[in-house]
């Protein structure tokens, strides 16, 4: 051990003794102060609903569609009533439609209702009349079954092929709407839905974007509670059996929760929002606070065991772990931060919630579990009784290290040749994603998407935006150049591939007398085709295949475009709408969070190679933590799972997790090179005691992440399995792979220090 560190190590010492020994009044009086500043922000906490918050970028698409909902009624609004009758067109079944669609725009917050039996939806014989009449007779009936099926609008939008199906709209509002600002409205829906579904002979089904994301955010919502109690319930239980006793359990949950009340407080004060992304915040601020709090506390047990009063031990594991923790604390913000740089608004925010959220937990636990520590809450009975692990468990420990130390090459040999094996499979993995893949299952929403996809071509929209200069005539006649544009590209997306159900202006002027479109309502019309703005839009609807079909088919779609451009001079066409944002952002997310990945492991690297002034050490940090990666992403091949949001964020988080593991393992291993004893002997000692540590952290993690075994969300499930799994191998790669490198890599006549 140099001059130099002895000093450093000195100062930090008398520093600690400081803060916590002379200090301690003023140091709990500021812990509790904090903490009810903290309290305060945290109840105060907002949650941004805002649907495209999830989207938002700088590219040009996405101002395509600021633009697009600045300019038109936003599609994404419209609630969707699935009607589903083997008899549907029938004088009962319209007139029970007729009370459904009065009862439906009576309800706050629906500005208009389109079906089957819309006013809205006419038809010229010469002059405009409805479609489906007031009265129905049975001599009427033939007549209107007839129109309907052959009704430019009502066979592309409400009515299925088979006649057996229907869509009734509701339209919420022409602005771009928060969650918040129709879940009362979705409520009413839902009512009025359960009141008509007592009829027999139909079933009705609310689906479209304002239930679907209701139903997520409120799920998300739920869940997050429920796991955060189940988790730590579990986590409680483990904590238990590993320390027999009530008080060194509470220490090391109370250290956690502190900072995780710090974290979430602070960003609260700070304005930021949480959003259905950084909703797994308070999981992971928790998570990366028990495990350097696990470690507090197995280092302050260790000090009693060895005669050190428990007050003193407090204090001496701030000297011994501080710098530690410090370190898997800047390591795992290095880690989050590096998502900052992505283009995607949400990731961008998660990373630099998730860094904040992490520095903040750091001061928590490391202030909390050492003042806890010294109160007479706990003595050196409770943190002795469970001290010694049965001599079972310790006999194989012994062994295990000691054969590992033996056949040190061979482990080496064998996990890089594993590795290797690994890596190679996981190359198969691909991205993938689809935007209602996370809906709850049990959902009503999510059923009535399937039969949309079959009946009506998607749930989701596709829109051209059609733009024209001055030189083009704009009568809105069905033979003006616009309305030829429009009928022409209406028919290209009946061909296209993927797309299905295009309607235009052009299908609302067959239905007016002259076919001129103009004598629409205004508040129908100008959601179409706007003359003073010259613009107009063409929509078409979409299946949720994923963005792998999807790339493709929008990309030979922007060549069909590109080529009537050139046809019809004074035109502009581009392609927006939500679907076509949400999917390119969707693949910027994963391949942003995938190269944030890899810069976090390359930053890592060069931090703890400066900590540990050792190059070769910082390469040992990070090659075992390439194990439960590569192990993860092979699972995900084998399992026939694409490389998802959920599967690359939870990379991040076993990288961080991993590492910290990994930090308080080199740490340790230095201290005991420094103090001067061997290789061998350095590495078995650290692994007797802070492989205790490791594998308590691991099993409490483990339950923690468990817990969302039990959410409804599809994502939760992944996250928790991938977690579980990732974990326990990070484990295995720190006890078994790590003491192998060690031993491989230094001698006894190297000075580690």
Request: aromatic share 6%; charged share 20%.
């Amino acid at each position: 051990m140099c001059i130099r560190d002895r000093y450093i190590d000195a100062v930090f010492s008398r520093m600690i003794d400081t803060l916590f020994d002379r200090h301690r009044t003023r140091l709990v009086v500021f812990v509790i102060l904090f903490s009810i500043v903290a309290i305060i922000g945290w109840t105060r906490i907002e949650f941004d609903n805002e649907a495209k918050a999830l989207f938002r970028n700088s590219s040009e698409e996405f101002s395509e569609l600021e633009m697009l909902f600045k300019d038109f009624r936003p599609d994404e609004n419209d609630c969707m009533l699935l009607i589903k009758s083997p008899e549907l067109l029938t004088a009962d079944r319209l007139n029970a439609m007729r009370e459904l669609h009065d009862d439906v725009a009576a309800i706050q917050g629906v500005e208009q209702v389109i079906s089957l039996v819309s006013p809205l939806l006419v038809i010229s014989d010469p002059l405009p009349r409805r479609v489906v009449p007031t009265e129905i007779d049975g001599e009427s009936i033939g007549t209107v079954r007839k129109e309907l099926t052959q009704h430019p609008l009502a066979s592309r939008l409400l009515l299925s092929r088979n006649a057996d199906h229907a869509l009734l709209i509701a339209q919420l509002g022409d602005d771009d709407l928060l969650v918040s600002d129709y879940t009362d409205t979705v409520k009413s829906l839902h009512e009025t839905v359960d009141v008509h579904n007592q009829d027999p002979s139909w079933e009705i089904l609310l689906t479209g974007l304002p239930p679907l994301r209701t139903e997520v955010f409120s799920s998300v919502r739920n869940d997050t509670r429920m796991m955060m109690k189940i988790g730590a319930g579990l986590a409680g239980i483990i904590a238990l059996l590993v320390f027999r006793h009530w008080a060194p359990s509470l220490v090391t949950f109370a250290g956690a929760s502190v900072g995780a009340v710090w974290a979430l407080g602070v960003i609260s004060l700070l304005g930021i929002k949480i959003n259905l992304i950084t909703t797994i915040v308070p999981v992971l601020v928790v998570v990366i606070g028990l495990t350097d709090a696990v470690h507090l506390v197995f280092d302050m047990r260790e000090s009693v065991i060895h005669g050190v009063l428990p007050r003193q031990s407090a204090i001496r594991c701030v000297a011994h772990l501080g710098l530690a923790c410090f370190l898997t604390s800047v390591t795992t913000a290095i880690g989050f931060g590096s998502l900052m740089v992505s283009s995607i608004h949400v990731i961008s925010q998660l990373g630099l919630v998730c860094a904040l959220g992490t520095g903040i937990t750091f001061i928590g636990v490391i202030t909390v579990v050492p003042l806890l520590g010294g109160t007479s809450l706990v003595s050196q009975r409770t943190l002795h009784k469970g001290s010694m692990a049965p001599k079972l468990l310790r006999r194989f420990a012994e062994w295990m290290i000691d054969t590992i130390l033996r056949r040190k090459v061979m482990v080496l040999v064998f996990s890089l040749g594993v590795m290797t094996m690994l890596g190679w499979y996981a190359m198969k993995l691909r991205p993938d994603a689809h935007l209602y893949e996370n809906l709850p299952p049990s959902g009503t929403a999510a059923q009535a998407l399937n039969v949309i996809d079959d009946e009506f071509g998607g749930l989701l929209t596709a829109t051209v935006i059609v733009q024209w200069d001055d030189s083009v005539a704009d009568s809105l006649a069905l033979d003006d150049p616009v309305m030829t544009v429009l009928d022409r590209l209406c028919r290209e997306l009946d061909t296209a591939n993927g797309l299905h159900n295009p309607v235009s202006a052009f299908q609302f002027a067959q239905t007016m007398p002259l076919g001129r479109v103009d004598l629409l309502p205004a508040k129908v019309r100008d959601q179409w085709i706007q003359v003073d703005n010259k613009m107009a839009l063409v929509m078409a609807r979409m299946q949720d295949t994923g963005i792998e079909s999807h790339r493709p088919m929008v990309a030979d779609f922007r060549e069909t475009l590109a080529d009537l451009q050139e046809e019809y001079s004074g035109f502009t066409f581009s392609l927006s709408g939500s679907a076509v944002v949400a999917m390119r952002s969707l693949m910027e997310m994963i391949s942003d969070l995938v190269i944030s990945l890899t810069v976090a492991a390359v930053v890592i690297f060069i931090v703890l190679s400066i900590a540990f002034r050792s190059i070769k050490l910082g390469l040992i940090s990070i090659l075992p933590n390439s194990l439960p990666l590569l192990f993860t992403a092979a699972f995900l091949v084998w399992a026939g799972e694409p490389l998802r949001i959920t599967s690359v964020l939870l990379f991040t988080v076993s990288l961080g997790i991993a590492v910290d593991d990994t930090i308080h393992f080199l740490a340790r291993f230095q201290r005991e090179r420094q103090s001067g004893a061997s290789v061998h002997e350095s590495i078995k000692r650290t692994f007797m005691t802070v492989g205790g540590a490791l594998v308590t952290s691991t099993a409490i993690l483990v339950a923690g992440f468990s817990a969302s075994a039990l959410s409804e969300m599809p994502h939760a499930h992944l996250f928790a399995e991938l977690a579980c799994i990732s974990i326990a191998v990070a484990l295995l790669g720190d006890v078994i792979l790590l003491p192998a490198i060690l031993s491989c890599s230094f001698k006894d006549s190297v000075d580690t220090a």
